[in-house]
């Protein structure tokens, strides 16, 4: 864009030059058409410029939910009670959104046997359904297949399927999955119902409930045996914690991925699962990466405007009606009540024990939402005093077949 600066750098000498001599005919006609040029460059140079800082606006402001423009509308006209706890309106926008914001998918970049890449990604696949928008097990397969990543880690993974769901072709004994065992501490193989063939599969089940979490592997890759561990405090029958794996680089680097589903009740049980995981890696090697479905938010995501209103505001009254329907109370929401802001300590305990985002260590513009809540509560992490590998790109795969969206972020192989 700039290639032709010494040229204007000339032309301004040239007007120098000429405007304090007498503009006879022999001076005039070179300092017009040098004029001319000069003006023509400039005024191409300024709608470039002016069209560069539009693309990086509407990139800066794409992606704010539909959810908190209905959000706001509600509120403007009066009490937005029922829209807070109400799920299926929520879903409703999710999945607009996602129609909407499907063209960024193609920023992805397409995966080739030479592209130096390790793409990494998590992914809560919701139980393999999403009933609002028909999204099943097929669907779900189908984005992690699009995504082509070598590594995903994913939530909510569940391991028998529904009786209504047999018509949908996931029963099948095509893949064998490594699953741990916390009580004996050994990887024991099963016939699952998944089709992910081109990976190695490790599923960890929460004990005494119906899903877990689960890596996917490329069979190509050299890893580590797969560990879990259950943290210390959690609520309620949904045991949580987190399952691990490191994987050799052909750079001679070592990544290790922990990748987790906290607490989705309770603040305090989230924060100590994250307090508890950070003193357990306070003295790993290179390269950790923390990611998962975190069931918390940070403010710095949702400090932007929609229409007057800025989007924390209203996440700050959609937690308070949600929080008050929860507790079903007979009297009316206090102002106060209305104006208490969500719990944020456990990504604060977090970043502050030198973790920080993918997008944010990339210097890349992160997300607006991740699931059906209008949230972004779906994070890649890095420790940051562990990491010196190089971060070609992250990216979200918009695509309503879960309610929560797949984080991706690509490694450098160099």
């Known amino acids: 864009m700039f290639k032709n600066s010494k040229k204007y750098i000339v032309f301004f000498f040239l007007f120098v030059f000429f405007a304090q001599k007498p503009c006879s005919g022999a001076y005039l006609e070179p300092l017009t058409k040098a004029l001319t040029l000069l003006q023509t460059n400039l005024t191409t140079l300024k709608t470039v410029l002016k069209k560069d800082t539009g693309e990086k606006k509407a990139l800066q402001n794409m992606g704010p939910s539909s959810i908190w423009v209905t959000a706001k509308a509600i509120t403007d006209e009066g009490d937005a009670m029922d829209f807070a706890g109400s799920k299926r309106q929520k879903v409703k926008c999710f999945i607009a959104d996602c129609e909407e914001y499907k063209n960024e998918n193609q920023k992805i970049p397409k995966r080739s046997p030479y592209d130096k890449i390790l793409r990494i990604a998590t ?180 400090l932007y405007e929609i229409g007057s209103t800025r989007a924390w505001n209203l996440v700050v009254l959609d937690n308070a009606y949600f929080v008050y329907r929860q507790k079903n109370k007979s009297t009316a929401i206090t102002d106060a009540e209305k104006q208490k802001e969500p719990p944020l300590a456990e990504l604060e305990y977090l970043e502050k024990a030198g973790f920080e985002d993918c997008f944010s260590m990339a210097k890349l513009v992160g997300p607006k939402f991740t699931n059906w809540t209008g949230k972004v509560v779906d994070f890649i992490f890095l420790k940051k005093d562990t990491w010196n590998l190089p971060i070609k790109g992250c990216y979200v795969y918009y695509a309503a077949a879960s309610d929560h969206l797949p984080i991706i972020m690509d490694i450098g192989l160099e």
């Not at 990543?149 to 399927?161: G, L, N, T």
């Not at 119906?210 to 190509?220: E, P, T, V």
């Not at 943290?231 to 987190?242: A, V």
Request: proline share 3%; charged share 30%.
């Open 123 to 302: 992914y809560n696949v919701n139980e393999w359904v999403l009933k609002e928008a028909d999204g099943n097990f097929s669907k779900i397969q189908s984005v992690i297949k699009t995504i082509e990543a070598d590594i995903i880690i994913m939530q909510e993974v569940r391991a028998h399927v529904r009786a209504q769901d047999k018509t949908d072709n996931i029963i099948s004994q095509k893949t064998r999955m490594k699953i741990y065992n916390p009580e004996t501490k050994q990887l024991e193989e099963k016939d699952m119902e998944q089709e992910f063939t081109e990976y190695n599969s490790y599923w960890v089940k929460i004990p005494g409930y119906r899903f877990g979490n689960m890596i996917l592997c490329k069979k190509n890759l050299n890893i580590s045996e797969p560990k879990a561990a259950w943290y210390k405090e959690s609520s309620g029958d949904e045991k949580r914690g987190y399952i691990t794996i490191t994987c050799s680089l052909p750079n001679d680097k070592k990544l290790t991925l922990y990748g987790t589903h906290l607490d989705v009740v309770s603040e305090e049980y989230r924060l100590a699962e994250v307090q508890e995981f950070v003193e357990q890696t306070k003295n790993s090697p290179e390269n950790i990466v923390f990611m998962g479905d975190f069931n918390a938010i940070r403010k710095q995501d949702y």
